[in-house]
């Protein structure tokens, strides 16, 4: 017996070792940084002058006297809100297309997932040039089918959103394998059980397909939102000096935070501006969790 | 024809008519994907075109698809209009630091995860988990002051130390992948007296090869394309990645479109390159990355 526990004692030993690397990362790099984090955001932190505790005074100042706390965060929401659905929308539906028997269908897959290889600062910069107001070739499109007066994209307030929405659905087009995958999964006799019983290709998508993709739709739905709440790299590359494009209209929080910090050196200001993401991040989570068990579906789970 | 098949069709008694109905859907579905593909095609083909260009035919209106003459010197030009040899040199070997740091310390810690028992395993590992959805800007602002005070502002170190700390969502990955892997390997191997360090690097290593490959060619299209990071800590031309670069060169002087687009097509060359030869790891990577990230 006391054999037995030295072995065990032994393992316990090489485990710790072997998971160190994960273990120090996470102290120094993630919980420290965080504790750090949660008390600079209650002090007046630049990093040049000594720290000085201000109480609740950033988030007062955030949510009561700054108008472009409440802009980036309407601009997120406006992003998340648009862009969530939608690129559940355009993979799901890129997925239903392919998982037809089709000729040239690697082809096609080879194709869809390119999105996913073009990435990073050449790709933001093409769009740019893709939606360029006066010479690219959307708005000579637009002008060609009788649009006098096309939108200025990136130029204007009212565009700069959609415009930018437009190229993530590029990017979305990507995410249909993970929707394939599950696609595969479905049993057939249920469609054709759906067959005998006289329902629409329509119902049969509705009644059959979505209800059993409903744990990845969840899924993408979470991490969606999540993602979404931290877009702004795209806008500190696009909008000019990052500075959040016309009239704020692509100011998101991430990248209001990020001139906070890195632009202004206000640390505490900023890190109250983290917390109260995380906090986002966390309710709509535990939102979603509340509601998903009215419609995700999983197999094996006694329900009616 | 069509309008004479379908009210039959739509009775859905088998037969000609539904068989109709299939083909008609097939069609139809084949249109819109060939319709999806030229628009996901477009912006590439576009960039292409454009790369291509004497500089007249940028600015036409309306645009010139097929330039002519075919301007390869573009890419010549674009190359030496910024100190792209160095910033290929540079991101070369940042990436390849991050992608060693990254399977050592990943496939290290997942083994642990996996393979071996010890008091708080599960606990840490719902940590690790739950660390994953802790928003990256919550963590960057203290990581900033944390390596400006270690004196790391103005290095790589920034950049490269972390990966050496294993990152969670590697971890939970290659965890996922070697639980997988049949304990009997490793007993036996245990029992010929191996210790957990050569079974890991002999039996473990190995067997994970595809796993291994997944996560090296994420870590290496992510590190490779990451631009708030270097743009963040590297503060000298001497040190700035293609992505810096990239961004700097357009905003530096005035844009020349073709030669942006074509030193954007340089940039990018490498991940296309991998893409290609390795296909078949990116789409299982993306299916896994996604089914467990987004």
């Known amino acids: 017996m006391a054999k037995m526990s030295r072995l065990r004692r032994q393992e316990a030993l090489t485990g710790y070792l072997f998971i160190m690397p994960w273990l120090l990362g996470f102290l120094i790099f993630t919980a420290g940084p965080m504790l750090f984090s949660l008390f600079a955001s209650f002090t007046n932190y630049d990093i040049t002058s000594q720290m000085r505790w201000v109480g609740i005074d950033n988030y007062r100042r955030l949510f009561f006297d700054d108008q472009f706390f409440w802009i980036s965060l309407g601009n997120t929401a406006f992003y998340a809100v648009f862009a969530v659905p939608l690129s559940i929308a355009v993979g799901l539906t890129i997925a239903v297309l392919l998982n037809q028997k089709i000729p040239g269908q690697r082809v096609f897959r080879t194709i869809f997932f390119l999105p996913k290889v073009l990435t990073g600062v050449a790709v933001l910069l093409l769009w740019l040039w893709v939606f360029n107001p006066d010479f690219g070739p959307i708005n000579t499109f637009l002008r060609s089918i009788g649009i006098k007066y096309p939108p200025f994209w990136f130029g204007d307030p009212s565009w700069a959103k959609p415009a930018l929405i437009i190229m993530s659905m590029w990017g979305a087009a990507g995410g249909y394998i993970i929707y394939l995958a599950g696609l595969q999964g479905i049993p057939k006799e249920l469609y054709e059980a759906a067959n005998l019983d006289g329902a629409s290709p329509m119902q049969q998508f509705f009644k059959i397909t979505v209800p ?72 709509i989570t535990l939102v979603q969790n509340h509601f998903s068990r009215r419609w995700v579906y999983y197999e094996g789970e006694a329900k009616e | 024809m069509t309008t004479d098949n379908l009210p039959i069709a739509t009775t859905r008694r088998g037969g000609t008519g539904s068989r109709f109905i299939d083909r008609v859907g097939k069609f139809m579905a084949f249109v819109l994907l060939v319709i999806i593909s030229a628009l996901i095609l477009f912006p590439a083909l576009w960039m292409l075109s454009t790369a291509l260009k004497p500089d007249v035919q940028v600015y036409a209106n309306p645009p010139i698809w097929i330039p002519s003459p075919i301007k390869w ?35 290290l810690a997942a083994y642990g995860f996996a393979k071996l028992r010890f008091p708080g395993r599960n606990i840490l590992f719902t940590i690790l988990l739950s660390t994953m959805m802790i928003p990256g800007m919550v963590t960057m602002i203290p990581q900033y002051i944390l390596f400006s005070k270690l004196g790391w502002v103005g290095s790589y170190l920034p950049l490269i130390v972390p990966s050496y700390f294993a990152g969670a969502f590697f971890t939970f990955l290659l965890r996922q992948f070697y639980l997988g892997i049949p304990n009997e390997l490793s007993e036996a191997a245990r029992v010929d007296g191996a210790n957990d360090l050569w079974i890991w690097w002999k039996v473990m290593v190995p067997l994970s090869k595809p796993a291994l490959a997944t996560v090296a060619i994420f870590t290496f299209e992510g590190t490779w394309d990451s631009y708030v990071g270097p743009l963040l800590y590297l503060n000298s031309d001497k040190l700035y990645t293609l992505q810096v670069g990239l961004q700097f060169f357009r905003t530096a002087s005035e844009v020349q479109w073709q030669y942006l687009m074509a030193a954007s097509i340089l940039v990018m060359l490498p991940v296309i390159i991998i893409f290609f030869a390795f296909q078949k790891y990116f789409v299982e990577g993306a299916a896994i990355g996604s089914g467990v990230k987004g």
């Open chain 1, 212 to 283: 059993m993709m409903s744990p990845t739709i969840y899924f993408k739905l979470i991490t969606g939102i999540s993602a979404a709440l931290q877009f702004w790299e795209a806008a500190l590359i696009m909008s000019e000096g990052g500075k959040g494009g016309p009239s704020y209209s692509t100011l998101f929080y991430g990248l209001y935070m990020w001139q906070t910090a890195f632009g202004d050196y206000k640390m505490g200001y900023a890190s109250a501006m983290a917390w109260i993401l995380l906090f986002i991040t966390l309710a």
């Open chain 2, 73 to 107: 010197e573009n890419f010549v030009q674009a190359w030496t209009l910024a100190p792209f040899t160095r910033y290929t040199i540079n991101t070369t070997l940042y990436t390849a630091a991050v992608i060693v740091g990254t399977l050592l310390s990943c496939s």
